[in-house]
Nanobody, 127 residues
Framework: QVQLIESGGGLVQAGGSLRLSCAGS????????MGWFRQAPGKEREFVGG????????GFADSVKGRFTIARDNAKNTVYLQMNSLKPEDTAVYYC????????????????????WGQGTQVTVSS
């Protein structure tokens, strides 16, 4: 069973930056697209960004486009979410997830296509 462990969350002032990490327990995740989602209190979980299995393609929600980037280091079985110019509305629990399909160049935007999820890490942005 694949385990995904997020880290890097915390409290930051508006305009600041954080880098989240998602470490996979198995090397097999390296061929799967990976995604980041977030859920704020009282709101539904939403897609933040994703990266293809090859790492060559990334995609982001409009709300974070231009501020967030995603990268993967397959040697470390790890995916990163770099968050810059953070806003109070970015406050949420952030989750990484693994796509159920080994897509080399595709990105999955729909939560139902992900089969393994991390436990989440809290990001709080103060104004």
């Amino acid at each position: 069973q694949v385990q995904l462990i997020e880290s890097g969350g915390g409290l930051v002032q508006a305009g600041g930056s954080l880098r989240l990490s998602c470490a996979g327990s198995e090397r097999t995740i390296n061929i799967y697209p990976m995604g980041w989602f977030r859920q704020a209190p009282g709101k539904e979980r939403e897609f933040v960004g994703g990266i293809s299995g090859s790492g060559g393609n990334t995609g982001f929600a409009d709300s974070v486009k231009g501020r967030f980037t995603i990268a993967r280091d397959n040697a470390k079985n790890t995916v990163y979410l770099q968050m810059n110019s953070l806003k109070p509305e970015d406050t949420a629990v952030y989750y990484c997830a693994k796509d159920r399909r080994p897509l080399r160049s595709g990105i999955t935007y729909t939560a139902t296509n992900y089969d393994y999820w991390g436990q989440g890490t809290q990001v709080t942005v103060s104004s």
